[in-house]
DNA sequence: CCGATGGACTGATCCAGATCAGCAGGTCGT
DNA sequence: ACGACCTGCTGATCTGGATCAGTCCATCGG
């Protein structure tokens, strides 16, 4: 039901359209936090849509380290990509308890070949999570910390309104400051530190699995935090 | 004639399709180094595919800072991402003065619906794309200026060696310091500074618009280089 | 009840890379 | 033929954020 939400705010989907996405809805499966989903290298037969919780993509590298590319929550897809691409190139991890359902690589195929519009759609919705993962590579290769951070709390505080469960006083974030260092290209040490910083100064509060806009106006202008590519809805095709 | 090659790698095109795809080229243009193709915030009736130069796309911050997101190649997409999210969410600026096709929005939306596994085959070319702005991300967030620079020459190198212009040896590169450091996430001087590292020990030399390949195994070992994510191709459906 | 684990938080120190301030050669416009 | 400008290149200095080395809870399993 918010996979038909999502795509229709880009394509009015025809009832024959939603049929044949509800009909491709196949194994409702759940995965504990912290156990892969979806190990890099690993081929895949199937991408999921998630239900609920909170799942990360991010890619390993030789010394140890770890970028996360991106955070998905209800409504997002994941591993949509490597269905295309054969192999995955990033593992994918639950942050939280996370209910997923499981959609056939073959299935999908079949889908988008029979419903053109339908295809369409979802490219639309891969071409909105790049445009995030753009936006996420400025913000590590030219904002400073505490922008930074600003501008990814922000993000998600947007995207989850967008889905009903956040608003512009804030929203609950299962985030540990190490996930969040890792996906900001910080150390967890400097993560605390930015998140005082940004708290003593009135912008926002991270506290108890709860992120809280103290000053939403001071704080998108702080982060220089333009929403134009969260916002893209409405018909392209009448 | 090279995006036939390129998509044709993915899936097996059959007559019909490769009829839609020369259809739907329309008109050739040329546009002179440095002046901007398509600018931020932009809404686009057309998306290009270019033929010879080289581009790159960038968003620019509010500071005056940019971030370069991505080169372009002969054969690469210029804004087919645009063309969905209606609004370029991102500039392209031509690198060298570059030759480009123009493709109309409404061609292309028309041939994907007409053309299923068309569509398909484009999506796949962008989810390549994508896959490599993520490998970006992941280098600018997590490795240091010295192994960063190393793994954009190899992967530059990588893809032009697909379109047959470069080797293992090297290749001829348009790009000067200052557009690297604005893609690497650096300052021009240390571009400088890192590219005599790697030149002292043996590694890579970059000169007069030229990258040689000092020691291609050690430059991929030092870089941790996987060029998995370029190698994608082969038949998804049959 | 007690140890183990994981997350938030802090001070002290260090260093990769930024910034500032320049020089040298090439090319372009006038 | 003379600036003006761009690109490459360099030394000196400064700093944002990493690293190291902890403390202080809360929760959980036995």
Same mark, same amino acid.
């Given at each position: 039901? %918010? ?7 880009? /394509? ?5 359209? $939603?049929?044949?996405?509800?009909? #491709? ?11 892969? #989903?979806?190990?890099q290298?690993?081929?895949?037969q199937?991408? @999921? $849509?998630l ?6 993509? @991010?890619?390993d590298?030789?010394?140890g ?7 998905q929550? %209800?409504g997002?897809f ?7 691409l054969?192999?995955s ?5 639950p /942050?939280?308890?996370?209910?997923v ?14 419903? &053109?519009?339908?295809?369409l ?7 909105r ?7 996420? #590579?400025v ?12 501008h ?6 947007a995207?989850?309104?967008? $889905?009903?469960?956040?608003?512009k006083?804030g929203?609950?974030c &299962?985030?540990t400051? @190490?996930l ?5 290209g910080?150390?967890? /040490?400097? /993560?605390?530190r ?5 708290r003593?100064n ?8 709860y992120?809280?806009?103290?000053? @939403? ?5 702080f982060?220089?935090?333009? %929403? ?6 409405? %018909?392209?095709?009448?």
């Amino acid at each position: 039901m %918010p996979l038909v939400r999502k795509l229709g705010a880009f /394509v009015a989907l025809s009832r024959a359209e $939603i049929a044949v996405l509800e009909g #491709l809805r196949k194994r409702r499966r759940t995965f504990v936090a912290g156990r892969d #989903l979806v190990h890099q290298g690993q081929s895949d037969q199937a991408a @999921y $849509i998630l239900m609920s919780g909170w799942a990360c993509s @991010y890619k390993d590298l030789a010394d140890g380290q770890r970028q996360i590319v991106d955070f998905q929550i %209800p409504g997002d897809f994941l591993g949509l990509r490597s269905i295309l691409l054969h192999m995955s190139d990033h593992s994918i991890e639950p /942050v939280t308890d996370i209910e997923v359902t499981e959609v056939l690589k073959a299935d999908l195929l079949t889908a988008f070949t029979q419903t &053109p519009r339908l295809a369409l759609a979802i490219f639309w919705a891969a071409s909105r999570d790049e445009a995030m993962v753009v936006e996420h #590579l400025v913000g590590v290769g030219r904002r400073d910390a505490a922008k930074r951070m600003a501008h990814f709390l922000l993000e998600l505080g947007a995207r989850l309104t967008l $889905i009903g469960e956040g608003s512009k006083a804030g929203f609950e974030c &299962p985030l540990t400051q @190490y996930l969040m260092a890792d996906a900001l290209g910080l150390s967890a /040490v400097h /993560v605390n530190r930015v998140l005082r910083l940004l708290r003593e100064n009135g912008l926002l509060t991270f506290r108890d699995g709860y992120v809280t806009f103290d000053d @939403y106006a001071g704080l998108t202008a702080f982060a220089d935090f333009d %929403p134009t590519y969260l916002d893209q809805v409405g %018909p392209l095709l009448q």
